[in-house]
Every structure is written in structure tokens, then in C-alpha cells.
């Protein structure tokens, strides 16, 4: 089969040049991901202190893979300008969630609007979708997956074939019709049930093979999409691709992970067996004004990638190199994913902010669910800078080793 050639527009040089394998992902979470915009703001500003202000994310990351709304940030930081420079800074992505949330979630106010607005999940998706897309295509334009400035990966899940679809730059290569446009993927991949309409596109390959996509929200299969990079990586490890040094698959002293999290109600506990065990189909769907069940399978497969990778990077004395960033105590509106207000969004750049300064914390799964302080850890900014650290000097090493150092 014919493959796609790499992006020459790749700004990252790749790790068999350097010592480093360096990932970051990003959750789902409608506009809850106004949160780990702030917390790239700040990544991306202790970039610039160090390598100055044109820096940008896709210059220190050799994977960034999103869902659902961490799937558009993903498409924001990596897709082209003319200049073959990030079409987005971190910072613009904040201001693009303040401008645009509104209208893509817009809000019927007073009882009579939320009675509406549960008659209307009832028979459709909350949401036509309508202003997201028209948004999505045009800042991407036509840029595809082997456009972005480094790699990419972005799950989404196919309703007709009941399983998971995983659009990168890794996949692309190997099987051209997943080479599809970031636009289409991002749509894909925000199509939350009950909330936006699902999204069907066709792909041709340059041979002119046809293939059809029917997708939803890729948080139905991986809502965070860590483990989804890092077994990317690992398979590109496995084939021996020559972009990357000898290195055993699950040598995870060689990975740099930051997996940014969007917030979680855990702490509300607003269901319980009492409630469940009267819930038929509707009682499922709705409640309370949320849907239970996206709720359920969202914080499910959040929060075992994180217990899987957490346990695994301890058991091989690498925990240093995995950050998770999350904020679990949220409660009420500011869990919601799609109250699209003014005064809503501001809180959530708020929570964004008073995240940064919380400790590192890591789950404590026999016990209480809940995260606990990280002894020694500091502050979440404060990893966040060193972390910067580190793969600013990576960065610069492979840079040092490349052949084409002299054209850098």
C-alpha cells in the first residue's frame, strides 16, 4: 500500500537524535477545556522565558494527542500558518473558547429554557453543531493529519463498526485513508452522545480507494488519550522505525509525559445506588440536568489510563517523568460541559489558574478515589517549569545531533 511521506514541516527533530520520548495529551470535556488551555498558557510561557517568544508546544513535543475537545487543541497547536508556524499559540486557545463557547453551546435562560432544553435531549442532540463546525473549518482549512507540525493523535469512535478509530500521524503513514482532514477528525471527535450530532465524512487514498467514517466522541473509547500515545509510540518502536534510538518498548525511563485532565465532579458524589438502581433508560440519560451515563464512561476510561500508566511508571522507578494534571473537585455548573455562559467560563479560566498553583498529586485508588498530595512534588506550576526544563534541553541536544544542525 502506498504511504504517506513525513510532514517536512515537522519542527521537532526527531528522538533517536536526543534522549527523550516526549508526549503530552490532553482530555475531553466540552468547554471544560478552557482548563488545560490555561495550564498550556503557562507550559508554553516558561518555553518562551527559556527559548524565547516564538516558541510554541509543537517545538518540544514528539506526540500531542487530544479527545473530544483536547482533540481541537491538539488540531490548534499542531496545524500549520502560512509561515509553517502553530496556527495557535496556548494562549489563543483560551481566548478562542471565551469568544466562540457561547455560540457553540448557546444557553436558554429561566425554567421555561431548561425545560426545553431536556425536552429537546430527549429527541436529538442537544446541540446542532452548526457554529463548531463552521468554526473548525474554517481556522484548519484543508490541512491533514501529515500536515502537522509534529505528531498527532486524536481517537474517535466509529458508531457503524462499534469500535475505535485512532486518526495519527503514526496511522496515516501506513494506511493513507486515515490521512483525513484535522477538520473532519475534530468534529468527529467532539461528537459527544446526546450533546452534538455525529459526524459522517469519506476519505479517498491517492489510489482512490474510499473509505467511510462514521464517527463520535472518542471519549467512549479513551476520554484520556495517554495510554492511546504511548502505545502509538510503542508500535512505532516495535516496527523499528529509525526515527527513534534503540530503546526497549516499555523502557519508561525514557518517556516525558504530561497528561493535562479537564476536571471531574468525583468529589460531589451526585449519584449513588439508590438513584441507579430505579434508572431505566431515561433515568440514564438524564438526571439532574446531566447525563449519567456519558458521565460513567468518561470518568471510567479517564481514570484507569491514569491508574495504568501512574502503576507503571512507578514500577519501573520512572514517576518522575509522568505529571498528571486534574482538578477533582469541582462541583455543580463548573462540572458541566456545556453551561456556556460568560460568568461559567470565566470560573473555569479561574479553576484553570488556582490549579497551577495546587500540589502534584497522584490518586490513591484503595482508598478514598481522590487525589492526594505528592510528597516533595510542589506546586503544579512549579513541575510544569521543570518539566520545561528538561525538554528545553532535550530540544537543544537533538538539535546539536542532527545532520541538518546547520539549517536549524
Known sequence: MESIPTSPLLQIQPPTYGNLITILSIDGGGIRGIVPATILAYLEAQFQELDGEDARLADYFDVIAGTGTGGLITAMLTAPNQQNRPLFSAKDIKLFYLQHCPRIFPQKRGICGSLWNRFKSLLGPSYDGKYLHRQIKQKLGEVRVNEALTNVVIPCFDIKRLQPTIFSTYEAKKSPCLNAKLSDICIG???????????????????????????????????????????????????????????????????VVISIGTGTPKMEQKYNAKMAAKWGTLGWLLHGGSVPLVDVFTQASADMIDFHISVAFQALHSEANYLRIQEDTLTGRDSSVDIATKEQLDRLVIIGEKLLMKPVSRVDYLETGISEPVQNGGTNAEALTKFAKMLSMEKRLREKNSPTATDI
Open 189 to 255: 471527535t467532539s461528537a459527544a452522545p446526546t450533546y452534538l450530532p455525529a459526524h459522517y465524512f469519506k476519505n479517498q487514498d491517492p489510489k482512490g480507494n474510499v473509505k467511510e467514517f462514521h464517527l463520535i466522541d472518542g471519549g467512549v473509547a479513551a476520554n484520556n488519550p495517554t495510554l492511546v500515545a504511548i502505545t502509538q509510540v510503542t508500535k512505532q518502536i516495535f516496527d523499528e522505525n529509525p526515527d527513534f534510538f534503540p530503546v526497549k518498548p516499555m523502557d519508561y525511563g525514557r518517556f
